[in-house]
């Protein structure tokens, strides 16, 4: 058994309330965190070598170190909630199933930041879950966690939930920036970075769920023993949502020092490909990461075991590797389509933009049409390069990442499974029919 600090307590009854959270230990975390100096706790986070979990794996520790400090200026804590990454719904869980977890890490930060207003921007479809929430708040607030003089310490924090509507693109963080400030939620360009002019022009930190979550045992443990947790610079644990054609899809708590193999086929985590198929690529952190062949993504391009974690997952660039990213594990097998599967992501991004740089949103509707036609067996040979150049032209030329996004999933499709596009092209007839091609149903021709 793997170690566990975020899901330690998740199969005891009742855990989702104060009562039975604070009977099995919780918010002594914050008991000794509000004793101690403000940077005290932030010197604390970045011994963790706690990086954040949101995707980008920036260290939190550093990132709250950046945190401007005007005088007379309220400073923000944000809580990204918004998961709305396919393949990716490990937040979910924590905050379904141990809520004042995520609120026990939230105070901690507040009052390591300096703020009294905090915020989780919660992805509009998890409505039920702003209940959850919101009942954990009212819970910290009646036993003194949060509100005035929180344990005499004359600190006060409170807590608002603010539900999205369901646009990918205000997980991003400026733009949830200014969905929280009631505007449509379009991405900032940076700088100023929101450390420096953030909510309301404020200095403001935006974390992810799980990063909030993870400063709860690493107040518990300290920061050096949370750092001895893991490897290299993939310390702590990382919460896994795996998924797709495997026999046991669902959230994991992982070390980072098993290999990817360990992962999918033990009975402990993913148990192994479902229906006895043989495993043919796989996603391993979230939609917007380079998709990787089944030799590619157990055995790096040096022949050594992958690993997951941040630098093996990684190790080869985007050449022979891939990413942790939000750590949503997609599995496919050998019956999968690697262009349909491209061509339902390309849908998304395109769905998802929103709409201010040309080459996000000309582009990942063009990628969109020349996959569509590829699939439904009207492509031609020259689209494949095509989709290349245009994915090339995406990438790095835009105000946030989703355009990078967007045109990731598109190279490494193209990359490690080009002969499927080939296949394509060359058996228009048989596209309709066959497994490779799918086309159960037809669609529209879609003019490029
Ligand atoms: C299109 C897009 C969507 C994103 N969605 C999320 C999300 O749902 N949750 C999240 O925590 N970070 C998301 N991010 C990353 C955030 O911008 C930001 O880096 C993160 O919330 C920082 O928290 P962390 O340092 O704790 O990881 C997204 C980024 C992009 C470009
Ligand atoms: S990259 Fe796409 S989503 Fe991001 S700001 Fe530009 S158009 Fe909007």
Redesign the pocket.
């Known amino acids: 058994m793997g170690i566990k600090l975020l899901l330690a307590n998740d199969h005891i009854e009742g855990i989702r309330f104060y009562d039975a959270y604070r009977k099995n230990g919780g918010y002594s975390a914050a008991e000794k965190a509000l004793k101690l100096a403000a940077g005290d706790i932030v010197e604390e986070v970045k011994k963790s070598g706690l990086?954040?979990?949101?995707?980008?794996?920036?260290p939190?520790g550093l990132?709250w170190s950046f945190l401007a400090k005007p005088e007379g200026v309220p400073r923000y804590l944000v809580c990204?909630?918004?998961?709305?990454?396919p393949g990716?719904f490990k937040?979910r869980y924590l905050m379904e199933f141990i809520p004042h977890l995520l609120i026990e890490g939230m105070i901690i930060a507040s009052y390591a930041l300096g703020s009294n207003r905090a915020y989780i921007y919660i992805?509009g479809e998890y409505a039920w879950i702003v209940d959850i929430l919101e009942q954990a708040i009212a819970e910290a607030n009646q036993n003194g966690f949060l509100g005035k003089n929180i344990l005499g310490t004359g600190f006060d924090c409170q807590i608002y939930v603010q539900r999205g509507a369901g646009a990918?693109?205000?997980?991003?963080?400026?733009?949830?920036i200014e969905s929280l400030e009631g505007k449509r939620g379009n991405?900032r360009i940076k700088p100023p970075f929101p450390a420096v002019k953030g909510l309301w022009d404020s200095p403001t930190v935006?974390?992810?769920?799980?990063?909030?979550a993870a400063v709860v045992p690493i107040m518990n443990m300290g920061g050096t023993e949370y750092a001895r947790i893991g490897v290299g610079k993939s310390t702590g644990t990382k919460l896994i949502s795996a998924c797709g054609n495997i026999n046991k899809p669902g959230v994991y708590e992982i070390d980072m020092t098993i290999s990817v193999e360990e992962f999918i086929y033990s009975d402990e985590y993913c148990g192994g490909i479902a229906n006895g198929k043989q495993l043919k690529a796989c996603i391993p952190g979230g939609s917007?990461v380079p998709i990787l062949p089944a030799n590619l993504l157990l055995k790096t391009a040096k022949g050594e075991p992958r690993m997951m974690n941040y630098e093996s997952l990684s190790d080869g660039g985007f050449a022979t590797g891939s990413m942790m990213g939000?750590g949503g594990f997609e599995v496919l097998d050998e019956d999968q389509c690697i262009v349909r599967h491209t061509l339902s992501l390309a849908r998304f991004y395109h769905h998802?933009s929103c709409g201010q740089c040309s080459p996000c949103r000309e582009g990942t509707g063009w990628m969109k049409r020349i996959l569509h036609n590829i699939e439904y067996g009207k492509g031609k040979m020259s689209d494949i390069d095509l989709l290349w150049d245009i994915q090339r032209n995406i990438e790095g030329n835009t105000i946030?990442?989703?355009g990078d996004?967007a045109a990731w999933p598109v190279a490494a499709a193209i990359r490690h499974f080009r002969d499927e596009f080939e296949w394509h092209v060359l058996n228009p007839e048989d596209c309709l029919k066959s497994n490779y091609g799918i086309g159960r149903y037809a669609e529209p021709l879609e003019t490029a």
Do not use: H, Q
């Open positions: 990086r954040g979990r949101g995707g980008a794996g920036f939190t990132k990204n909630a918004d998961e709305s990454e990716t937040d992805r990918y693109i205000c997980g991003e963080e400026t733009a949830l991405p935006v974390n992810n769920v799980e990063t909030l917007s939000s998802e946030c990442p989703l996004a």
